[in-house]
């Protein structure tokens, strides 16, 4: 018997070896076997197929070991992963072991204990009266701030209360004492039996049910759908009655989301839903936790897979449906490790193991947008808010006005109607978010006297001044240096420009002193841990302001928050990056959604220099479809993907190396162009140096992959031995332009 089997190691193709007799029953596709590879005795490997005769003149060797009692890869991940590298054009071994919990080889961590029912938690008669009486709970905060949001939500998973308020149980049961809330379980439905849409699920919205008409209508068959809703339309509750009817079918279900520390409500409203039949994976989890959820997927008992980019692999049987939430979000294209798009690979997924595949987002990417457009994906809308609560109104700040009015300096970049908005926020005891997507004090050091700039002696970027930690970072090693106010080449003296976070921070306490303000970013929080702590601080409305990076745009359902301020809407803008505008208008839409959830309506104040650009004047007008179309008509005539695809080649290395390697790539890939792709480059990366690796880069573009692959074989055999040890990866529809 011969197995073809791929090593995780750093190398393209598969290789075949001879399985001993006894060892044969227990091999089978997808099981992690070792071998012997070059000079090692023993290397993990894969199998991935079952070839008739072994390729002449090669000797072969034995299959060592078969490593696991079941193989971890369904026989259908195998085709996935195989699909993916191959069109990711990476090694087969690194994709493997990206694709497997990392827990997979610790032997600890059996599936937790089963929970026993849903518990939910609802505001009573007397809620509203007793919230709307200022002397009721004057007391007891925390009971006051549990009330006000069960009020904001209605009946919800205790789950989820808990996401929001991890330290609010006292405070529940209080409230439960004092007949201002319900506390009722609900039993978990057998599991395989018919799921009614379950008691808990609201009724639906026409647009709602029109949407889930149609999903029904799919499925058991290949059908992607473009799930266009604004914030607050329902979109996830889409999903869920989407995934019931599926788990009613007795099959199962993929939920793909950004980023699950940042959203705890969305898998509360999981869990609550279907209780242990939900296994959750991200990377807030312990490995044995991690591999302990892979596990009841792969035996079945969980039939429901929550999960960040990774679980584009996990192990979930009989896929029915597959949801990529918020699919424009760039977190689920891997950058660093073998590069892939999740939402990409959801399509293939879906198509080959015949499932639904819904894509949902309130801002799609325009790659999405225009296969709908071409009628390659069916569109479904739900263009209001559930409620029919109005869109909060934007208002522009235009920065340039002020400054040329003779307004020079404003602390943490705050304008006058911005820090007047934030007063009059915190009067009305409501909350405020402020967004600002650059770290630090201040992004840029410079000597008044010679100029000099504070730059990294590794990289070629310059270094943003912590101020609180009193050091200078850069953001792409991670070096630190003392900050000196003196310069270090002339003594002369340095001052810092371009506001950061921290900044922000210093300056609303300083404005604000009685405010509570934190800041959520990652200098301040390290874990997925962290970062639920001090969302649950804002949701409990422990704090007044919450000052922060993209952080901020995703998360939580504030029912407090009235205002939303964009401290500087132009930092994406500028960079080069052809998707710039685009990651622009979602990253304002995303974030001015944080106002006005709850009753009091909301109100949201953005900043810029540049408040004609389509990019920010509509994205205040939530005008979606003329931004895209707008962008689509850009992209097209300079010929930039959705219209085109691109692959990019990265070189890294020496000086000299990376530079010649580049030459080397240019000199191959040219006779292989054809007429039908451009080369862009070889030039350097815009960031020219990290940690002292020197960055060049070629950017091929075509109408189609195939032209894209012919060239990339022209390349492969430069990159097998690049000239001066530069190392080259390639990136199959790149995202970082950098
Ligand atoms: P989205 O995912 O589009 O942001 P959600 O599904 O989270 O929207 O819905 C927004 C809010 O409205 C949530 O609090 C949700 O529980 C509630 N909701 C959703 N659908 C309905 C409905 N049909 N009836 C009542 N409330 C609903
Ligand atoms: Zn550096």
Redesign the pocket.
């Given at each position: 018997m011969l197995v073809e089997v791929a090593v995780a190691a750093a190398v393209r193709g598969r290789f075949t070896y001879r399985v001993p007799s006894a060892l044969a029953p227990g091999v089978s596709l997808g099981q992690r076997v070792a071998v012997p590879f070059g000079k090692s005795r023993r290397a993990t490997g894969y199998v991935v197929g079952f070839p008739a005769s072994a390729p002449d003149g090669i000797e072969l060797r034995d299959v060592v070991e078969v490593l696991d009692p079941f193989p971890p890869f369904t026989p259908e991940l195998v085709e996935l992963l195989r699909w993916a590298e191959e069109y990711y054009l990476v090694p087969p071994g690194e994709l493997l072991r990206a694709a497997l919990p990392p827990g997979l080889n610790a032997r600890r961590g059996e599936a937790g204990p089963a929970r026993r029912g849903v518990e939910y938690a609802a505001p009573a008669e007397a809620a509203a009266g007793a919230a709307a009486d200022p002397k009721a709970l004057a007391r007891a905060p925390a009971q006051r701030a549990v009330l006000e949001y069960l009020l904001a939500?209605?009946r919800i998973p205790v789950e989820e209360l808990r996401a929001a308020f991890p330290k609010g149980r006292p405070a529940v049961a209080a409230l439960a004492r004092r007949g201002l809330v319900r506390l009722e379980t609900e039993t978990p439905v057998a599991r395989g039996a018919l799921l009614p849409a379950s008691a808990a699920a609201?009724?639906?919205?026409p647009a709602?049910a029109a949407a889930l008409v149609e999903l029904d209508a799919a499925a058991g068959t290949f059908q992607p759908f473009l799930l266009h809703?604004?914030?607050?339309?329902?979109?996830?509750?889409?999903y869920l009655q989407a995934i019931a009817r599926a788990r009613g079918a007795g099959k199962g279900a993929l939920v793909l989301v950004p980023e699950i520390a940042l959203t705890p409500q969305l898998a509360g409203r999981f869990r609550a839903r279907f209780g242990d039949d939900v296994a959750l994976m991200h990377s807030g989890l312990s490995d044995a936790e991690r591999h302990a959820e892979w596990l009841r997927l792969r035996r079945g008992d969980a039939r429901i897979c929550v999960g960040v980019r990774s679980a584009i692999f996990a192990p979930v049987q009989d896929l029915a449906i597959i949801v990529v939430?918020e699919e424009h979000d760039p977190s689920f294209k891997q950058e660093d490790g073998p590069p892939y798009h999740a939402r990409d690979l959801a399509v293939v997924r879906a198509k080959r193991e015949d499932a639904v595949l819904v894509l949902?987002s309130?801002t799609p990417s325009l790659e999405t947008l225009e296969n709908a457009r071409a009628g390659r994906y069916r569109k479904l809308e739900?263009p209001a808010?559930?409620?029919d609560r109005p869109l909060p109104e934007v208002e522009l700040v235009d920065l340039g006005r002020l400054r040329r009015g003779g307004v020079a300096k404003l602390p943490g970049l705050l304008a006058p109607q911005l820090s007047e908005a934030i007063a009059r926020t915190l009067e009305a005891s409501q909350q405020v978010i402020l967004f600002l997507n650059r770290r630090g004090y201040e992004t840029l050091v410079v000597c008044e006297v010679c100029g000099a700039e504070a730059q990294c002696t590794e990289c070629a970027v310059s270094l943003t001044h912590h101020a609180r930690r009193g050091i200078l970072l850069c953001h792409y090693c991670g070096r630190t240096e003392r900050m000196d106010a003196r310069c270090p080449a002339c003594g002369g003296v340095r001052y810092g420009v371009g506001v950061g976070t921290e900044q922000v921070e210093a300056a609303v306490r300083e404005l604000f002193p009685a405010a509570r303000v934190a800041r959520l970013d990652r200098d301040v929080v390290t874990s997925a841990d962290d970062t639920a702590a001090v969302l649950a601080r804002f949701a409990r409305r422990e704090l007044d302001v919450l000052v922060g990076t993209q952080m901020v745009t995703k998360g939580h359902?504030f029912p407090g928050v009235t205002l939303v301020g964009v401290v500087l809407a132009d930092t994406a803008l500028a960079l080069p990056d052809f998707r710039a505008a685009e990651r622009t208008f979602q990253l304002l839409t995303q974030v001015a959604g944080r106002a006005g959830r709850g009753a009091e309506g909301g109100r949201v104040v953005v900043q810029t220099f540049n408040p004609r650009t389509p990019a920010i004047a509509l994205a205040a007008r939530h005008d979606y479809a003329a931004f895209a179309a707008g962008e689509l008509d850009r992209r097209r005539t300079v010929g930039y993907p959705p219209f085109t695809r691109m692959m990019a080649a990265r070189v890294e290395g020496s000086e000299d190396g990376a530079r010649r390697s580049a030459e080397a790539l240019a000199h191959a890939a040219r006779p292989a162009l054809g007429g039908e792709v451009a080369m862009l480059g070889p030039a350097p990366a815009a960031i020219e140096r990290i940690r002292g690796r020197h960055r060049w880069h070629l950017l091929f573009r075509a109408d189609g992959p195939k032209a894209l692959f012919r060239v990339h074989a022209a390349l492969a055999r430069v990159a097998v031995r690049p000239p001066g040890g530069a190392a080259i990866r390639f990136d199959m529809d790149p995202y970082s332009m950098m």
């Open positions: 939500r209605g609201p009724v639906l919205t709602q809703g604004v914030t607050g339309s329902g979109k996830t509750e889409v939430d949902g309130a739900l808010r559930v409620d359902d």
